[in-house]
């Protein structure tokens, strides 16, 4: 990737793509970090480069289930495209690394001078709007094996590495399920030497196999994403 680092960044044509640059701050994503929350007026967009952002859907006032994930290929304060400031979301790092970040002011104003910005946020909230509706339909009716396997899909796209920081606790967490299954949906995908896990260290071995085994929402996902944005 260029030096930006993020895919919506590198697609703006250039004088776009510095004029929002110098605007842009760096900043760590640090594992655990909420960077919005549900109700409260969003303070700042991410544009991650390395590391990811978890969507999670509330429940009685407190994080409950992901819905959707964002990294290099895309950001979060999306909404803010849409004139609005609160999202009914928590916004959660689960994998650390860096991202470019920007005030809210300074982010509504490059927005409304450049139609190329609007333009691809737009496409890009089309594509997170049919990722939140996949998680929905994949929570509803896939099984916990094949949903795992697409998660840890997700999740290697955007560590940009083979092994990553993962507990089976959080792993429940993320899926909405208890733990034991976790527990055996992972040891399944081990057995089949897909992926191997050891005292919180999830790494891939066999990304084919692994596809293989997950729900077609990982690759409706992805084609979403080609259609709109690649």
């Known amino acids: ?53 978890s969507l999670l859907a509330s429940i009685d006032g407190m994080p409950g289930v992901e819905v959707g994930l964002a990294g290099r290929e895309g950001m979060v304060g999306w909404q803010l495209a849409l004139g609005v400031i609160k999202v009914p979301l928590h916004g959660l790092v689960q994998g650390p690394g860096a991202a470019w970040r920007i005030a809210r002011p300074a982010f509504r104003a490059e927005l409304a001078n450049s139609t190329a910005l609007q333009q691809v946020l737009h496409r890009y909230i089309y594509v997170l709007m049919a990722q939140l509706a996949s998680s929905a339909t994949c929570l509803r009716f896939h099984k916990i094996g094949p949903r795992l396997a697409r998660w840890l899909l997700m999740s290697h796209d955007r560590a940009q590495a083979d092994s990553f920081h993962m507990t089976q606790e959080f792993l429940a967490y993320m899926l909405g399920v208890r733990r034991v299954g976790v527990t055996q949906a992972a040891s399944a995908l081990q057995r089949s030497g897909w992926i191997e896990y050891h005292h919180g260290r999830m790494t891939i071995v066999d990304r084919v196999g ?6 077609s929402c990982y690759d409706a996902d992805c084609q979403n994403y080609r259609t709109m944005l690649a």
Not at 15 to 33: Q, S, Y
Not at 210 to 215: F, I, R, T, V, Y
């Open 1 to 53: 990737m260029s030096a930006a680092e993020n895919h919506l960044i590198d697609s703006l044509p250039r004088k776009d793509r510095m004029r929002l640059l110098a605007i842009c701050e760096p900043v760590e994503l640090v594992l655990g970090k909420i960077v919005f929350q549900p109700g409260k007026p969003t303070r700042h967009v991410y544009f991650p480069t390395h590391g990811f952002i």
């Open 210 to 215: 692994l596809e293989a085994a997950s729900c």
